[in-house]
């Protein structure tokens, strides 16, 4: 992978595994809130909501870094490089934006539901679902053509 892309790869992998680091700061605080016995019904939602916000930076971002490293490895086409890099960097993108604001909405992006953040969260993460899909693909194909 040309050395510029790896860079901008991995430097987005670990800004997307930062903003998983802190989505935990909320996530804590609905962990506090929900232990509380006088807590409103609502709060195992919001802990479900944060703990995939936090998780959705998390492994997103540690998705790029390793495709990242794998990616260094094997010989890709340059569009196999734009399709890995730009894969990669929407799905992690869109997926902790789409799950943070589905934590600070109350949306769960499931599918649309009209004009609303809902809807916003479901073209965030099918947008990130499609980016995921393509990156793995052009990945895989250049793992199976790598000569030994």
Known sequence: MDKRMLGLL????????????AAGFPYASAVA?????????GAAEALRAWHMAHL????????????????????LSPTAQRIVFWGL???????????SISAITGGRGMAPTGLDW?????AL????????????????????????
Do not use: C
Request: no cysteine.
């Open 125 to 148: 993460f099918m947008i990130g679902v499609a980016g995921a899909v393509a990156a793995m693909i052009a990945l895989a194909v250049a793992g199976l053509r790598a000569k030994s």
């Open 56 to 75: 959705e930076g998390v492994l997103n971002g540690l998705l790029i870094l390793a495709a990242a490293a794998a990616g260094a490895q094997l010989a």
């Open 33 to 41: 809130a929900a232990l509380d016995p006088s807590a409103p019904a």
């Open 10 to 21: 991995i430097a987005n992998g670990a800004l997307v595994l930062l903003a998983g680091f």
């Open 118 to 122: 809902n809807t916003l969260d479901f």
């Open 89 to 99: 960097v929407a799905a992690g993108w869109t997926n902790v934006a789409a799950s």
